[in-house]
Nanobody, 125 residues
Framework: VQLQASGGGLVQAGGSLRLSCAASGRTFSGYTVGWFRQAPGKDREFVAAIRWNSRSTYYADSVKGRFTIFRDNAKNTVYLQMNSLKPEDTSVYYC???????????????????WGQGTLVTVSS
């Protein structure tokens, strides 16, 4: 599956952005789709994930209550709605997908075989 991430941009603190991760080549059915982010000089970190079939969602503690991951079956797309953004949310955001992720490993980047290109989110103070 090929992934296309989009939706990044510049926003003031407290603002919102919605990121999109569209699949091509096949549907997301049976996949777990995750969002990760990586700031300069830092490791790639888990943000959120959704299991396509069950719609179960998982979040990093740092984004719980502010970010929402959801899917649109008709558009074969996963979204990350980001509200109450903070300067520390500034990063390049990546979406990733795998059909072999188990719950205990879905926060690990190396659990995902397919990655989209990053989209830059900049939150100004």
């Amino acid at each position: 599956v090929q992934l296309q991430a989009s939706g990044g941009g510049l926003v003031q603190a407290g603002g919102s952005l919605r990121l999109s991760c569209a699949a091509s080549g096949r549907t997301f059915s049976g996949y777990t789709v995750g969002w990760f982010r990586q700031a300069p000089g830092k490791d790639r970190e888990f943000v959120a994930a959704i299991r396509w079939n069950s719609r179960s969602t998982y979040y990093a503690d740092s984004v719980k209550g502010r970010f929402t991951i959801f899917r649109d079956n008709a558009k074969n797309t996963v979204y990350l709605q980001m509200n109450s953004l903070k300067p520390e949310d500034t990063s390049v955001y990546y979406c990733a997908a795998s059909d072999r992720v188990i719950v205990s490993t879905l926060s690990r980047p190396n659990a995902y075989a397919n990655w989209g290109q990053g989209t830059l989110v900049t939150v100004s103070s």
